[in-house]
């Protein structure tokens, strides 16, 4: 528990890192989010400029921000008049969490079936084909297979809607594009735990007690074979919720990874932030509760890290 | 009367890439009810690949159990379908292995790999269940069982691990009770409460058990038979006295000089039998011992000895036995031992 809490306080200091580190970064990029396309009087820019207190000292815009930050307030955007961040992080983030947890799902359980399966049928034609689906999973970008199936299913087949939102079949080909790396890579590692966990003598002493084939594989062997599974949880989440940029703007999902990509062009500073602290939050509570599914699926570790307390 | 357990001419290989592995070639012997067999010999010749056979845990592939038959309560397993066998496993004959380190699963409680057993093969509800297993762990000599059974492996000893898999093994009530060197991995004192254990137990409940061991040292106390392996064959069985007092077979004489002397309070160092194990990719066309032995005569390295009964019960299966062979006494047995051992490097087997 104490362990838990400390990760805690430690991952807020991750949080505020990033906030001061985006907002400088920012802040020391050229040109503010006002000066480009037509020229505006000086006059209009001064009062923009104070009015979003684009004149106040940076430190105090700082303190300000880190103020609101504590609120959950991430500010009005430039860009889109009358709108606060919180307002298009509330619009596009049900969109991307939905994308999200669906890729997640599908990797996690395709994953892992894939997985499983091609371990009881090592060296035999389904394992083959695996390891055939893994390797492509693997190498090909996801751009690349977004736009791929984008054009196949999508345009020439018609089997789903190449672009857009809205509807249950909008999501196949997104999350598809998006969970094929991690569902290979998922099922690469559950292949090999499983290889590895079959071949120990605790199987062998399953066997031994006569339990059923299904109780030895899923109850004796699987929750040892996905440990390495769940140390790839970090990087998996991470790479789904940068994963979703990508897919977001290659399926116009209107999502939040549409927002900050066109907030970035914009120098829609809030939204950026916004956006930006959002992800830095997510990443850091999914390594904390992979942190903790590891511990639950191997007693020998303990959070604690040091004494068994 | 019916043996409780009876192997006939049983034969298993493992076909690998460098080619079939004649891990046991004609193996048979029996097991009666209430009684203690020991099987030794040195690593590899096929103790363990035997008694898996018999518990139908051979992996398949690689390996295959060839020919032979198993009787089991008059039962032959090798005609039983796997679903039958598992029904048979934990259940009617049980096993326990030789590394209590790694036998237990380390993500599951000693409790839940207890009481699994009794689920699958009694169908008791959890109290029942839980009401067997602390009575059986008390049995082993773990008292504080409604704590041990929250354990984990990992916060056990290996004594205490071994505890726990006999325990296991015996929650079923078997007939049979297969103990695949279950001391080897433990310290010496452990050892011997182990033993002492399955002494115990070998009385209370009338359990046949089957110990494989490499000390001879072991069988003495516990079994009432022995049979010696080499090279995946029997070279000789018999009563333990007979084994001791009158053993026919010089590998049998080879392992008998490493057991520590009863006058010597010190263990002796482990005597090896110089040399290296059989090549059982490629069997000898005779004796396998011949390369070996040194009492070997041209007829060793060309034919297989036949097994030869010594009375009733005592068996052997060496060249020395037969009628035309040169008559050997202790001394000269000894000398040529002596001889031998000083050229050999110190191998333990
Ligand atoms: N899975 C396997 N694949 C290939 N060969 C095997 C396999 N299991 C056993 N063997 C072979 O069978 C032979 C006999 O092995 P076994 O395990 O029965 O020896 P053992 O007498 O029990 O030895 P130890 O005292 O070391 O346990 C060995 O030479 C080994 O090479
Ligand atoms: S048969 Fe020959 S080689 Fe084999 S043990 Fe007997 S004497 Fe030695
Ligand atoms: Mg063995």
Same mark, same amino acid.
């Given at each position: 528990?104490?362990?838990?809490?400390?990760?805690?306080?430690?991952?807020?200091?991750?949080?505020?890192?990033?906030?001061?580190?985006?907002?400088?970064?920012?802040?020391?990029?050229?040109?503010?989010?006002?000066?480009?396309?037509?020229?505006?009087?000086?006059?209009?820019?001064?009062?923009?400029?104070?009015?979003?207190?684009?004149?106040?000292?940076?430190?105090?815009?700082?303190?300000?921000?880190?103020?609101?930050?504590?609120?959950?307030?991430?500010?009005?955007?430039?860009?889109?008049?009358?709108?606060?961040?919180?307002?298009?992080?509330?619009?596009?983030?049900?969109?991307?969490?939905?994308?999200?947890?669906?890729?997640?799902?599908?990797?996690?359980?395709?994953?892992?079936?894939?997985?499983?399966?091609?371990?009881?049928?090592?060296?035999?034609?389904?394992?083959?084909?695996?390891?055939?689906?893994?390797?492509?999973?693997?190498?090909?970008?996801?751009?690349?297979?977004?736009?791929?199936?984008?054009?196949?299913?999508?345009?020439?087949?018609?089997?789903?809607?190449?672009?857009?939102?809205?509807?249950?079949?909008?999501?196949?080909?997104?999350?598809?594009?998006?969970?094929?790396?991690?569902?290979?890579?998922?099922?690469?590692?559950?292949?090999?735990?499983?290889?590895?966990?079959?071949?120990?003598?605790?199987?062998?002493?399953?066997?031994?007690?006569?339990?059923?084939?299904?109780?030895?594989?899923?109850?004796?062997?699987?929750?040892?074979?996905?440990?390495?599974?769940?140390?790839?949880?970090?990087?998996?989440?991470?790479?789904?919720?940068?994963?979703?940029?990508?897919?977001?703007?290659?399926?116009?999902?209107?999502?939040?990874?549409?927002?900050?990509?066109?907030?970035?062009?914009?120098?829609?500073?809030?939204?950026?932030?916004?956006?930006?602290?959002?992800?830095?939050?997510?990443?850091?509570?999914?390594?904390?509760?992979?942190?903790?599914?590891?511990?639950?699926?191997?007693?020998?570790?303990?959070?604690?890290?040091?004494?068994?307390? | 009367?019916?043996?409780?357990?009876?192997?006939?001419?049983l034969s298993t290989s493992f076909?690998?890439?460098?080619?079939?592995i004649r891990a046991v070639s004609g193996v048979?012997f029996? /097991?009666?009810?209430?009684?203690?067999l020991g099987i030794v010999g040195e690593s590899g010749c096929g103790k363990s690949v035997t008694v898996k056979s018999?518990?139908?845990?051979?992996?398949?592939?690689?390996?295959?159990?060839?020919?032979?038959?198993?009787?089991?309560?008059?039962?032959?397993?090798?005609?039983?379908?796997?679903?039958?066998?598992?029904? #048979?496993?934990?259940?009617?004959?049980?096993?326990?292995f030789q590394d209590?380190?790694?036998?237990?699963?380390? /993500?599951?409680?000693?409790?839940?790999?207890?009481?699994?057993?009794?689920?699958?093969?009694?169908?008791?509800?959890?109290?029942?269940?839980?009401?067997?297993?602390?009575?059986?762990?008390?049995? /082993?000599?773990?008292?504080?069982?409604?704590?041990? #059974?929250?354990?984990?492996?990992?916060?056990?000893?290996?004594?205490?691990?071994?505890?726990?898999?006999?325990?296991?093994? #015996?929650?079923?009530?078997?007939?049979?009770?297969i103990a695949d060197e279950p001391t080897t991995a433990l310290?010496v004192?452990?050892q011997?409460?182990?033993l002492?254990?399955?002494?115990? #137990?070998?009385?209370?409940?009338?359990?046949?058990?089957i110990l494989i061991t490499h000390d001879l040292g072991v069988v003495a106390?516990f079994c009432?038979r022995v049979i010696v392996m080499y090279g995946g064959r029997i070279v000789e069985s018999g009563?333990v006295?007979?084994i001791f007092?009158?053993a026919q077979h010089p590998y049998t004489w080879g392992l008998l000089r490493s057991i520590p002397?009863?006058?010597?309070?010190?263990r002796t160092r482990l005597i090896p039998i110089p040399g290296t194990p059989p090549d059982l990719l490629h069997p000898a066309?005779g004796c396998e011992f011949a390369a070996r032995c040194p009492f070997a005569?041209?007829?060793c390295?060309?034919?297989v000895p036949?097994m030869?009964?010594?009375?009733?019960?005592?068996q052997a299966a060496c060249?020395l036995?037969?009628?035309?062979?040169?008559?050997?006494?202790?001394?000269?047995r000894r000398?040529r031992y002596e001889?031998t051992s000083h050229s050999g490097g110190r191998k333990s087997c």
């Amino acid at each position: 528990m104490r362990y838990i809490f400390g990760r805690i306080v430690s991952a807020i200091f991750v949080v505020w890192f990033v906030i001061t580190l985006t907002f400088m970064l920012m802040h020391a990029i050229p040109g503010g989010p006002f000066s480009s396309e037509k020229v505006l009087p000086p006059a209009i820019i001064d009062n923009i400029n104070e009015r979003y207190h684009l004149n106040d000292p940076l430190l105090k815009q700082y303190l300000d921000y880190l103020k609101n930050m504590a609120y959950f307030d991430f500010g009005p955007s430039y860009r889109y008049q009358g709108r606060t961040v919180n307002d298009l992080l509330q619009e596009g983030f049900p969109k991307t969490a939905l994308l999200g947890l669906s890729a997640t799902i599908l990797a996690l359980f395709g994953g892992v079936a894939m997985g499983v399966t091609a371990a009881l049928k090592q060296n035999k034609m389904l394992d083959y084909v695996i390891i055939f689906l893994v390797t492509i999973g693997i190498s090909v970008p996801s751009f690349v297979l977004a736009t791929f199936l984008q054009y196949y299913i999508g345009y020439e087949l018609h089997w789903f809607p190449p672009l857009g939102w809205g509807e249950v079949k909008n999501i196949i080909l997104p999350v598809i594009a998006l969970s094929a790396y991690p569902v290979a890579q998922i099922a690469r590692l559950t292949r090999a735990g499983m290889l590895d966990v079959l071949t120990q003598d605790y199987i062998r002493t399953a066997k031994a007690k006569g339990l059923a084939k299904s109780t030895i594989i899923i109850r004796h062997a699987l929750k040892n074979a996905l440990t390495p599974v769940v140390t790839f949880l970090g990087p998996f989440f991470a790479y789904i919720l940068t994963g979703n940029f990508v897919i977001e703007y290659v399926f116009n999902i209107p999502g939040i990874g549409q927002f900050f990509v066109t907030s970035i062009s914009n120098r829609d500073y809030p939204v950026i932030m916004g956006t930006t602290v959002l992800f830095a939050a997510l990443l850091v509570t999914f390594n904390l509760l992979a942190d903790i599914i590891y511990t639950l699926l191997d007693p020998r570790i303990k959070l604690t890290g040091r004494e068994g307390a | 009367m019916q043996h409780l357990l009876e192997v006939d001419n049983l034969s298993t290989s493992f076909f690998t890439y460098a080619g079939e592995i004649r891990a046991v070639s004609g193996v048979s012997f029996y /097991v009666d009810e209430g009684e203690a067999l020991g099987i030794v010999g040195e690593s590899g010749c096929g103790k363990s690949v035997t008694v898996k056979s018999i518990m139908g845990l051979i992996p398949e592939p690689p390996g295959k159990i060839i020919k032979g038959q198993i009787n089991f309560r008059g039962q032959n397993l090798l005609a039983l379908p796997e679903k039958k066998m598992a029904a #048979l496993r934990g259940k009617a004959m049980s096993m326990i292995f030789q590394d209590p380190m790694t036998s237990l699963n380390p /993500v599951l409680t000693i409790g839940q790999q207890m009481i699994e057993v009794l689920y699958r093969h009694e169908g008791f509800g959890k109290r029942e269940a839980f009401a067997r297993t602390a009575e059986f762990l008390d049995m /082993v000599g773990i008292s504080d069982a409604r704590h041990c #059974l929250k354990q984990y492996p990992h916060e056990f000893s290996g004594g205490m691990r071994q505890r726990v898999m006999i325990a296991t093994a #015996l929650l079923c009530q078997p007939q049979l009770l297969i103990a695949d060197e279950p001391t080897t991995a433990l310290d010496v004192t452990i050892q011997a409460q182990i033993l002492e254990l399955l002494r115990d #137990l070998k009385k209370k409940v009338n359990l046949s058990i089957i110990l494989i061991t490499h000390d001879l040292g072991v069988v003495a106390g516990f079994c009432s038979r022995v049979i010696v392996m080499y090279g995946g064959r029997i070279v000789e069985s018999g009563l333990v006295q007979d084994i001791f007092k009158s053993a026919q077979h010089p590998y049998t004489w080879g392992l008998l000089r490493s057991i520590p002397r009863l006058d010597n309070t010190q263990r002796t160092r482990l005597i090896p039998i110089p040399g290296t194990p059989p090549d059982l990719l490629h069997p000898a066309p005779g004796c396998e011992f011949a390369a070996r032995c040194p009492f070997a005569m041209n007829i060793c390295n060309e034919q297989v000895p036949v097994m030869r009964q010594i009375n009733s019960g005592h068996q052997a299966a060496c060249w020395l036995l037969h009628p035309q062979a040169p008559k050997l006494n202790i001394a000269e047995r000894r000398s040529r031992y002596e001889g031998t051992s000083h050229s050999g490097g110190r191998k333990s087997c």
